[in-house]
């Protein structure tokens, strides 16, 4: 049983930053590509950022290129995403995933395990 259990949200104030994890338990981490998704309250969940199995390949989304950076530890079976600039609209559920296969992809279709989301809150 593979489970994602994500830590570190919270409330930062606009221009702050914050980083997030996503531990894996059950499973072989160094095989998994990951992915870090986001919901906000009434819109659909979005990609925000995705690494694959050796950290070697990264992708991000436009609206937070420059500014967030995602990382893995293999050796701990965890991903991280570091959260910088922060700005209001960045407030979401972010939420950690694992894609069996080898390449990033950017569609929440395209992962098999989800965690249950940390809520990063940025104040104005």
């Known amino acids: 049983q593979v489970q994602l259990v994500e830590s570190g949200g919270g409330l930062v104030q606009t221009g702050g930053s914050l980083r997030v994890s996503c531990a894996v338990s059950g499973g072989t981490f160094s095989r998994y590509t990951m992915g870090w998704f986001r919901q906000a309250p009434g819109k659909e969940r979005e990609f925000v950022a995705g690494?694959?199995?050796?950290?070697?390949?990264?992708n991000y989304a436009e609206s937070v290129k420059s500014r967030f950076t995602i990382s893995r530890d293999n050796a701990k079976n965890t991903v991280y995403l570091q959260m910088n600039s922060l700005k209001p609209e960045d407030t979401a559920v972010y939420y950690c995933?694992?894609?069996?296969?080898?390449?990033?992809?950017?569609?929440?279709?395209?992962?098999?395990?989800w965690g249950q989301g940390t809520q990063v809150t940025v104040s104005s």
């Open positions: 995933a694992i894609r069996v296969v080898l390449t990033v992809s950017s569609s929440p279709s395209g992962y098999q395990w």
């Open positions: 690494i694959d199995w050796s950290g070697s390949n990264t």
